[in-house]
């Protein structure tokens, strides 16, 4: 299974975000992971509205992590991010003339399934650990 782009965005920005306590501006964030600025402001948008992030406008504004944010379940937000998507789209433009009756289709939810769970106990606060810690603190 691949995540999308803006899944590995969005974990990034919650990695960042969890080492300290000081707002994070757009700009701070883009160049340190990265990534283009239109798009992690996007990114930044979606975990603000999934509640993982609070953000502070005005002139000395940016973004921080929200107060229960540490304690999110990685499987909990990669599941949101990731949204209802499947590993194969069997029904897509050219509709795969086995799915009425693949057994592959089931297989891979389950896997998928599988995936998901081996992240649920993780949280937010567990990818910060050392020795992720000082290259999250150093960026």
Do not use: W
């Not at 069997?90 to 693949?102: A, H, K, M």
């Not at 998901?116 to 910060?128: E, F, I, K, R, S």
């Amino acid at each position: 299974m691949r995540l999308n782009r803006s899944t590995d965005i969005s974990l990034r920005i919650l990695m960042l975000g969890a080492v300290g306590d000081d707002l994070l501006t757009i700009d701070h964030l883009a160049e340190s992971l990265n990534v283009p600025r239109h798009h992690l402001a996007k990114v930044v948008q979606k975990l603000q509205h999934m509640g993982l992030l609070e953000t502070v406008r005005g002139r000395n504004g940016g973004v921080r992590l929200a107060a229960t944010a540490r304690d999110a379940s990685i499987g909990a937000v990669v599941r949101e991010l990731e949204g209802a998507t499947e590993v194969v789209d069997c029904e897509g433009e050219t509709v795969c003339p086995l799915s009425r009756g693949c057994r592959l289709r089931g297989a891979l939810r389950k896997a998928q399934e599988a995936f998901y769970a081996a992240l649920d106990p993780l949280t937010v606060g567990d990818l910060t650990s050392p020795p992720t810690y000082q290259i999250l603190v150093n960026l």
